[in-house]
């Protein structure tokens, strides 16, 4: 016996568990990025904090739209393809922003962004509604808000320490999370 399969519920399929995964990896990486913005833009670039709470509130405000869009998307286009284009923008606006050098550029590739990865919550739910058995969909819904609320709490504590330790361009490290978990292996479902 695997140690894995102590953890791992037989009555769900194993590509679940993955989905789960890449779930908590994508908000970790999408979460570490507050502290980034908020030290970067008040303690290098000077902005004020009405600006930060500005910017912040837009963010939320594109995460919400993100998330009635990525239905409408999911509805039409299919899970996966959603997927797959919530995480390459996501990754290609979070280089964008190591790309920019000035607060407005950097401002609007963070608010788009917000509207890049939310993208991805919709279709996943979506797909576990598709893959789990209905008897177990209470328990995998939760999972996966368990996996969700998790990455949101450890991506900003990890942001914090690194936006300390490093320069601004350390922000390419969610490209790498989210690029190498996905791209090599799109999520393990069809």
């Known amino acids: 016996m695997r140690i894995s399969d102590r953890w791992r519920d037989p009555e769900k399929p194993e590509n679940f568990y993955i989905l789960m995964a890449g779930r908590l990896v994508n908000l970790v990486g999408n979460s570490l990025i507050f502290p980034f913005m908020t ?70 590739t963070f608010i788009l962004m917000g509207l890049a990865v939310p993208l991805l919550q919709p279709a996943s739910m979506a797909m576990v509604g598709d893959r789990v058995p209905s008897a177990q969909l ?42 190498h978990i996905f791209w090599h292996h799109p999520l393990g479902i069809s």
């Open 138 to 179: 209470s328990h995998a819904y939760n999972l996966m808000r368990m996996a969700s609320n998790a990455g949101i709490i450890i991506g900003p504590m990890i942001g914090g320490i690194l936006s300390r330790s490093l320069i601004f361009h350390g922000i390419v490290l969610r490209c790498t999370f989210d690029g």
């Open 39 to 108: 030290i970067y833009l008040t303690e290098r670039q000077h902005a004020p904090m009405t600006i930060m709470g500005l910017v912040m509130t837009l963010y939320g405000i594109s995460q919400v739209a993100a998330q009635l869009i990525g239905g409408v998307l999911t509805d039409s286009w299919g899970r996966r393809p959603v997927m797959l284009v919530a995480l390459g923008a996501g990754a290609i606006f979070t280089l964008a922003m190591d790309l920019a050098h000035s607060p407005l550029p950097l401002i609007i």
